[in-house]
């Protein structure tokens, strides 16, 4: 779990020792069930840790005083899941529109016992405002992001997406936090709402 607390320090987090086995746990079912079930592909299978798991607590630093996050678009919960368990206070809401993805995430959510987390069948356009915070990985443009944002009513800097971006990210109405390379072995960004 060397990645998963690189980036926990990173972002100020401190994992207890229940908290770091729970996201093993978290990681061993993406490596089994998440990945027959099409969760996870073959690919990621030798970087699980460092791309998915520690990548996903990247973003537990600009929303660390949220008493609610919505992970939109999650998938099989990232990074949703690593942020429930890195954070028990704050409430999550899992949203993905894929019936079978969101069976899988009510399953492993009862497995790890997240008592903070829910996950939610539903399409991105129809959620109903309003959400405190938002987070996402690579489901929205970032435009599209920033539209739905402020039809939800989130407040500035509220919003956080991470991408697979080979360069620097730079778009209109983002800010671009650049994560060092040596957190997670390369360098990645995260956007964030910029503050109005």
Not at 6 to 34: C, D, H, V
Not at 39 to 52: A, C, F, N, T
Not at 57 to 75: K, Q, Y
Request: charged content about 25%.
């Amino acid at each position: 779990m060397e990645h998963v607390q690189a980036a926990a320090r990173y972002a100020r987090i401190e994992l207890t020792p229940f908290q770091l086995s729970t996201m093993k746990r978290y990681g061993e079912w993406l490596e089994t069930e998440g990945y027959r079930a099409g969760g996870i592909g073959p690919h990621e299978l030798s970087r699980l840790q460092r791309r998915h798991l520690a990548d996903s607590l990247l973003f537990a630093g600009p929303i660390d005083d949220s008493r609610e996050v919505w992970d939109l678009g999650t998938g099989v919960g990232l990074p949703g899941v690593p942020l429930a368990i890195a954070s028990p206070k704050t409430r999550f809401v899992l949203v993905d529109r894929s019936a079978r993805r969101i069976d899988l995430l009510r399953r492993v959510i009862r497995i790890l016992d997240l008592q903070n987390c829910e996950a939610v069948h539903g399409e991105i356009n129809e959620i109903q405002g309003p959400v405190e915070t938002i987070v996402a990985r690579a489901s929205l443009p970032p435009d599209r992001m920033l539209a739905t944002a402020r039809r939800l009513g989130v407040e500035s800097g509220r919003v956080v997406i991470g991408g697979s971006w080979t360069q620097r990210p730079a778009y209109p109405g983002w800010e671009t936090i650049e994560i060092p390379e040596d957190v997670l072995d390369q360098t990645v960004w995260l956007l964030i709402m910029r503050r109005e």
